[in-house]
């Protein structure tokens, strides 16, 4: 029943920073994010909590990446800061668990938006 809408994807220079939002307009699943890369499987970025607001990370954007919300507009964002090419990939809103987020599965998707990182 979930529906998700993200956006903010881009073209950027390695070390540079774009921010991500995603809107949902019903379900009361945990929100977060998964990629997939060119030629690879989905893999889990982000997730949070909506009432506590507790992170979840993946090891690889841990200390880069920071997840947030905006209770009042039923949104999250994932900032990411000092971009590497490791990090080109569709990346896809995602409605779940936390368990589930983070084996890379989710029960509802957004449409993914791109994010591509130069060298």
């Known amino acids: 029943q979930a529906q998700l809408e993200e956006s903010g994807g881009g073209l950027v220079q390695a070390g540079g920073s774009l921010r991500l939002s995603c809107t949902a307009s019903?379900?009361?699943?945990?929100m977060g994010w998964i990629r997939q890369g060119p030629g690879k499987g989905r893999e889990f970025v982000a997730a949070?909590?909506?009432?506590?607001?507790?992170?979840y990370y993946a090891d690889s954007v841990k200390g880069r990446f920071t997840i947030s919300k905006d209770n009042a507009r039923n949104t999250v964002y994932l900032q990411m800061n000092n971009l590497n090419p490791a990090d080109t990939a569709v990346y896809y809103c995602?409605?779940?668990?936390?368990?589930?987020?983070?084996?890379?599965?989710?029960?509802?998707w957004g449409q993914g938006t791109q994010v591509t990182v130069s060298s």
């Open positions: 019903g379900g009361t699943y945990f």
């Open positions: 995602a409605a779940d668990s936390i368990q589930e987020l983070r084996l890379g599965k989710a029960k509802y």
């Open positions: 949070i909590t909506w009432t506590a607001g507790t992170p």
